[in-house]
């Protein structure tokens, strides 16, 4: 699991080709969490990640549309930071390893 995604981002958004879409409507009859309709029966799509509990729902909002207009499209996770550091100026990449620190003993009982 990826550490970066909030907890239960399924990393997947719905897209549409609103060029494309005849207002039917059925994708949000299938998805009224994420899918609602305009006055004039356009969907309007819920901003964000797909939840991980919707994924189901929306594959099958997406496969309903009689004329293909949405699709799921996987969000790319966040890179990680390549920037070097201000300070040192090394590079964040290859990982450095943690540094360790010696271990303080335990003072042995006479
Ligand atoms: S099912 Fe397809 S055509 Fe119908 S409103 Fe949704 S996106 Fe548009």
Redesign the pocket.
């Known amino acids: 699991m990826n550490a970066r995604r909030p907890f239960m981002d399924s990393g997947f958004r719905i897209e549409?080709?609103r060029t494309?879409?005849?207002?039917?409507?059925?994708?949000?009859e299938?998805l009224p969490e994420l899918?609602t309709?305009d006055e004039w029966?356009?969907?309007i799509i819920a901003a964000g990640n797909i939840p991980e509990p919707l994924l189901n729902h929306a594959r099958q909002?997406v496969e309903?549309?009689?004329?293909?207009?949405?699709r799921l499209a996987k969000v790319p996770t966040p890179q990680a930071e390549t920037r070097p550091d201000r300070q040192t100026g090394v590079p964040p990449w290859p990982p450095r390893p943690p540094q360790q620190t010696p271990r303080k003993s335990m003072p042995r009982k006479r």
């Open positions: 549409i080709d494309v879409c005849d207002a039917y409507g059925t994708c949000a299938l899918i309709l029966g356009y969907p909002a309903s549309c009689p004329i293909v207009a949405l």
